[in-house]
């Protein structure tokens, strides 16, 4: 009943029997069971052959990114430029302090006390307008006395003249000898000669006496007045004489600038330049080159420039402060670049130039004129060439770059946000 009560339950012994004449390795249930033992191996094995080949994928990628980053990186990125071909002039811009076109210190000539002055700084003043009076009463009484002195004179001329007459009468009827007479005519010509010289004195006397009034030896505006009425005022400019006024004439006014050497033979009597004043801004005032000094300062290796400015209206004061642009004329085969493209090697200077292809090759060039933020190229770069800018010292021929386009400039509103 067990048995039986067990079959119906679908229990079985796991011990065979031996009255059921079947041997356990081929029973059924034995075979279903290794059949799933080999599916689950195989599912098994499938998984992890699986792992692997995604573990070696991700590996792959992860050496590709790696190499492509390490690349990326290795890469240099440069911007080009190209070479300008310079034009039919260029500008250099050196600092000049204007001048009036005739500026002289006003002295005195005759010695005395101000009695008074007319004109102050600031004023215009025609030629021959009186600047100030001087009382000068030493030289009032030197003329007195020259003028008695050339009286006296002119009477011992006389009386000289009317004896030589009657001595030369004399000696024709023999009366006197001709030692007598030549003694008469000698007192007469030095009496002659006195008279002259006291009439001489008489005459610079005068000539003190209208410099009294010192007045403007041309047309002009006071710059400088030195004195005031009561000063002791002595004649000339040495010792211890001073300069009444400064008096100049503002139009035209001039310019002195100093070209160096490397520019002296670039520009010409007659090129017109353009001046400029910080204080006038956006005001541009034109003038000409009327002369030059013609050799160079050894000391400072300039050549010395003068240039003639009109200032009709009085905008511009003598004394100030002025930047002049003058003209450089150019040659058809010059190329200018900025400064920045250059490289300083032992073999020389270079350009690195980039080529279609990416590779970098340094050229050879010769520099003319420094420009300031420019140089002239004479050769070995063309209008074509891709000029690298900023180039690291470490660049060399055959180097890889890749070029990149710069960044526009923003504008005034962009950057203010």
């Known amino acids: 009943m067990s048995e039986k009560r067990h079959a119906a339950l679908g229990i079985h012994s796991a011990e065979p029997h031996a009255h059921d004449g079947i041997d356990a390795p081929h029973h059924p249930r034995r075979g279903v069971i290794l059949k799933r033992a080999k599916v689950v191996g195989a599912g098994i094995v499938i998984l992890l052959a699986l792992g692997a080949g995604t573990t070696l994928l991700l590996r792959a990628s992860q050496a590709h990114a790696l190499a492509e980053s390490t690349a990326a990186q290795s890469r240099v990125y440069v911007t080009t430029i190209h070479a300008k071909a310079a034009g039919g002039s260029e500008s250099l811009t050196l600092p000049g302090t204007l001048q009036g076109i005739i500026e002289s210190p006003i002295y005195a000539r005759s010695s005395g006390y101000v009695l008074r002055w007319n004109k102050d700084i600031g004023a215009h003043v025609a030629k021959g307008e009186v600047l100030a009076e001087i009382d000068t009463p030493e030289v009032d009484q030197q003329l007195s006395q020259a003028v008695a002195a050339r009286e006296q004179a002119a009477s011992s001329l006389e009386l000289a003249k009317t004896s030589a007459e009657r001595w030369q009468a004399l000696r024709k009827r023999d009366a006197v000898t001709e030692q007598e007479l ?135 004061l003598a004394g100030a402060y002025v930047q002049v642009a003058l003209p450089i004329s150019g040659t058809s085969n010059v190329l200018t670049v900025p400064s920045n493209v250059i490289l300083f090697r032992p073999e020389g200077t270079r350009i690195a130039v980039a080529g279609a292809d990416g590779r970098v090759k340094l050229h050879t060039v010769a520099i003319g004129h420094d420009l300031g933020s420019a140089l002239e190229i004479l050769n070995g770069i063309s209008l074509t060439d891709n000029l690298i800018v900023n180039p690291a010292d470490s660049l060399a021929d055959n180097d890889v770059v890749s070029i990149v386009q710069p960044k526009p400039v923003e504008t005034a509103e962009k950057a203010a946000r």
């Open 182 to 316: 030549n003694e008469r005519t000698s007192a007469y010509t030095q009496a002659q000669a006195n008279f002259s010289g006291a009439e001489a004195n008489v005459k610079r006397l005068q000539k003190l006496e209208g410099f009294k009034k010192v007045v403007a030896p041309f047309a002009g505006v006071v710059t400088h007045r030195n004195v005031d009425v009561g000063d002791l005022i002595d004649a000339g400019n040495g010792g211890a004489g001073r300069a009444l006024f400064t008096l100049a004439q503002v139009d035209p006014l001039r310019v002195y600038v100093y070209v160096p050497q490397a520019f002296s033979q670039r520009i010409k009597v007659g090129d017109p330049v353009s001046i400029t004043q910080n204080e006038l801004s956006g005001q541009v005032f034109h003038g000409n080159v009327v002369r030059t000094a013609g050799a160079i300062d050894v000391a400072t290796r300039t050549l010395q420039l003068e240039i003639n400015l009109p200032n009709h209206d009085d905008k511009l």
